[in-house]
Every structure is written in C-alpha cells, then in structure tokens.
C-alpha cells in the first residue's frame, strides 16, 4: 500500500478546519495550504487570537453577549439608548443588528422554544429577560427572533411574560427587502407584507 501524501500533522489541520461551520473537506484542504504557504506570519497571530479567545472570551452575565468577562462593550457603552432591549435569538443575530445601526441594548435568547428539540422556557434567558424588562428605564422590548415558527412561538411567550411589566413590546416588521422584486418573494413574505402595509 502506498504511504499517505498528507502527513498526520497537515492531516490533523484539515481534519480540525473541516469541522468548522461553512467548510467542507475541500475547502478546509485549501485553507490549510493557504495557512501552510504563508507560514508563522499567518499561523502565528492566529494561532494567538484562538488561544485568547479559548481564555478570555465568555458570556455576559447580563445579556449572554460573547466578551471578555470583565466588560461586555455593549452593557458597559454609557452612550447606548438604556431604554431598549432588543432581543434576539444568537449571538450572530447581535451582531447583524450592530450593521444596522441599533443603538440600544441586547438580550441574547440562546436560542428558540422547540418542542421538536425538547427546548423549553427554563433551557433560554427568559427570567433573566423578565427582570432586565422590570427596570426602571427599560421602556421598550423590540422582539427580533426569526421568521420561523419557532421564532414567532418564542415571541408569543414572551410577549405573555412580559405582560406585568411596564414596557412596550415591539417586533420587527416583516416585508419587501430593500431592492427586492415581488416576483421573486415567497408567498409568506408577500402576505406578511400585504398586511403590514402603512400610510404612503
Ligand atoms: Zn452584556
């Protein structure tokens, strides 16, 4: 039998690449070429930036943000609206909401009410949600789970908890995407759209 091409060192790299989300084995092979080519000036600051993020990086005690324990930016940015909390499902969805320029705060959920997936109110952030929602300048809670079933079940429940606190509880709206044609819009999207139409 003819002896391996890749060595178990390269092997153990794309082996480690490939189970990364968004790569597959071929896409991991040419990431681990590309790191290999460049040699210490690309394997090094990375190799870093894993090893102080393996240390370092957590959740926020208060909105589940991932940063550094001693100050998660957003809970400790004074300059932020105190009035907002907007919450949503992941981490990922934070940080899509930072491009679009919100400027309040953030409650990260951890993910979304499944009965499929056996997930239930006490697996998520709820409690901790209903007590932030109770503070004295907390005026609004703007709902941003996802479009899905789940995600819109999420919010129903939380709407319900909330209902003693004096907040107001927002979504966001569902509709045409900016430079989106009709004629390529799913029908959920459309009639989601219809309804939700506003004065001209
Ligand atoms: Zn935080």
New binding site residues.
């Given amino acids: 039998m003819a002896a391996p091409v890749i060595g178990p060192e390269i092997d153990r790299l794309i082996q480690l690449l490939a189970r990364l989300p968004g790569l597959g084995p071929r896409s991991a092979r040419r990431a681990a070429l590309d790191l290999l080519k460049k040699g210490e000036a690309s394997m090094g600051p990375l190799a870093d930036a894993l090893t102080v993020a393996a240390a370092r990086i957590t959740s926020?005690s208060?909105?589940s943000?991932l940063?550094t324990p001693i100050s998660?930016h957003?809970?400790t940015d004074a300059r932020r609206n105190k009035s907002a909390i907007c919450v949503v499902e992941e981490v990922a969805d934070l940080w899509a909401l930072e491009r679009a320029s919100y400027g309040g705060h953030y409650h990260v959920l951890g993910g979304v009410l499944s009965a499929l997936d056996g997930v239930g109110p006490e697996d998520l952030s709820i409690i901790d949600l209903v007590n932030r929602a109770a503070e004295p300048d907390v005026t609004e809670v703007i709902l941003a789970m996802n479009a899905t079933v789940d995600g819109q079940t999420t919010a129903h429940y939380i709407t319900d908890r909330l209902i003693d606190c004096n907040v107001s509880v927002t979504r966001l709206a569902h509709g045409v995407p900016v430079g989106g044609e009709l004629d390529y819009l799913d029908d959920g999207t459309l009639i989601q759209a219809m309804k939700a139409r506003r004065p001209f």
Avoid: H, K
């Fill in positions: 926020c208060r909105c943000n940063d998660c957003i809970c």
